[in-house]
């Protein structure tokens, strides 16, 4: 087998890169990961949308300036007096940039509340989202229904993301929107969903009366089905969920209102929810590519280092002087930590020199997943030689992959692939669709020129 796949990589990985069909460009490095002696190299200065690959740099800023420990803390916070059951004062659900926090977690703070004997509050209810900056989308190239591009504050629930469900009923439907966790699942009053008769667009979205009103194509629907909607207002998605939770167990709140800086100062913390520990967090990051996570996570790291930043963007340029400055990626300028916007861009060179120093701190390779090769019938190979933990990244006509593969030798290799088709990707800017015609057969295209280079590695530098 040996034999076999080395006479097919004898011609080089420029022929390799052809025949892949891969439209665009394709760079890539691989080094040995103890040394970070560069082995083979295409292009490996040039810069390119790296997706969320990213995310495995986010991941080392984050704990390197956080710690594996750090913990996320939501909190109730008070102003007055509590007299028979009311609170003679204000009540403010206090943001910390927990991105893991959900409606079960929300219902666990307000029995916490009920414990301490609030029943009413006199004054205001506030939500405080102010630990971070507000981004109304990730991305606003985005389609606006992604889930994945959600709004981003110093609070966010449920991954800013509101379930929506329907079922033909008569003439019409039955529609749902709820907050959605393991135990709970409240209905959402600052989302609204209408159905339209209409063919396209399929989603609409109006910001109107303070909440997310949305509109879909009666022709999209089908008999039923369910899809995440995004949060584009998450302080009052999180406001109307817990006054939803606390009414039914006996608290009367009035309606919230939301603000950053809204906690005032003389107010005491009552109940505080505190997060799994960031390494677990970071974990389930890398493990299903959440962006949310990676947004909140980065902005964080930036705010503990050098004060609140302005915006996303310049919280990402935080992180990019960091990664120039601590691993010499000086070839990296990113717009955001989570690789969703494709004005990002990374050089192979600088990812697996990072790569390679982190290797050495032990820090990434374990809260990386691992990517399953395929065997020559496209299924997973759980019995493949080669083991590979690594990032994933895909956009539509971008596909990239950073990690760590290990030969059957025991050879531990850092490696990084970058594969963009930029003109299809300008061609498709704005569109309403997903998934553009072309872009499952191209990043099919990609993610198997990545598998063949992993095993030319292999053969050639693992055996």
């Known amino acids: ?134 981004v109304r989308s990730i991305d606003p190239a985005q389609a606006a229904q992604l889930a994945y591009s959600p709004a981003v504050s110093g609070i966010a629930l449920n991954y800013n993301r509101v379930h929506f469900e329907w079922k033909q009923a008569g003439d019409g439907y039955s529609l749902t929107l709820e907050a959605r966790a393991r135990d709970y699942r409240p209905a959402v009053t600052v989302a609204k969903v209408v159905v339209e008769s209409r063919a396209t667009p399929v989603y609409g979205y109006s910001d109107t009366g303070g909440g997310d009103s949305w509109s879909v194509a009666r022709a999209a629907l089908g008999t039923e089905g369910a899809r995440w909607l995004p949060v584009r207002r998450p302080g009052a998605y999180a406001g109307d969920v817990f006054r939803t939770l606390a009414e039914a167990q006996g608290i009367t709140l009035p309606a919230a209102g939301i603000g950053a800086g809204a906690t005032p100062a003389d107010a005491r913390v009552l109940v505080e929810h505190q997060s799994e520990p960031l390494q677990e967090i970071l974990r389930d990051m890398l493990k299903w590519s959440n962006n949310l996570t990676a947004e909140m996570v980065g902005m964080t790291a930036t705010a503990t ?9 310049a919280s990402a340029q935080v992180m ?87 030969g059957a030798d025991g050879t531990d290799l850092a490696f990084a692939i970058f594969s963009a088709d930029a003109d299809q990707r300008a061609a498709h800017a704005g569109s309403e669709q997903e998934i553009p015609p072309g872009a499952r057969n191209w990043n099919a295209r990609a993610k198997s020129l990545q598998q063949k280079l992993i095993e030319r590695w292999g053969a050639l530098y693992c055996s």
Do not use: C
């Not at 280092?305 to 963007?313: D, F, K």
């Open 1 to 134: 087998m040996r034999g076999a796949i080395a006479a097919e990589f004898l011609d080089g990985p420029e022929a390799l890169v052809a025949r892949a069909g891969v439209a665009g460009r394709t760079a890539f490095v691989v080094a040995d990961a103890e040394s970070g002696l560069v082995l083979e190299s295409l292009h490996g200065n040039l810069g390119l949308p790296p997706a969320s690959v990213v995310k495995a740099l986010t991941a080392l800023y984050a704990l390197e300036t956080l710690g594996a420990g750090y913990r996320f803390r939501t909190r109730l916070a008070a102003t007055g007096s509590l007299q028979d059951g009311v609170l003679h004062g204000d009540l403010v659900l206090l943001g910390g940039g927990d991105p893991s926090l959900d409606t079960d977690d929300l219902a666990r703070m307000v029995s916490q509340l009920a414990q301490v004997g609030v029943r009413g509050v006199q004054g205001r209810f506030l939500v405080d989202e102010g630990a971070l900056p507000a």
């Open 305 to 313: 280092r050098n004060g609140r930043p302005a915006s996303m963007r």
């Open 320 to 406: 990019s002087d960091w990664a120039a400055a601590r691993y010499g990626m000086r070839g990296t300028r990113l717009i955001d930590h989570s690789g969703l916007g494709d004005a990002s861009r990374m050089t192979p060179d600088d990812l697996v020199a990072a790569l390679v120093q982190a290797r050495a701190q032990e820090q990434l390779r374990p809260l990386l997943k691992e990517f399953t090769l395929r065997d020559a019938g496209g299924r997973p190979d759980a019995n493949h030689p080669i083991r590979v933990d690594a990032k994933t990244g895909t956009l539509n006509f971008v596909s990239g992959l950073g990690g760590f593969m290990t």
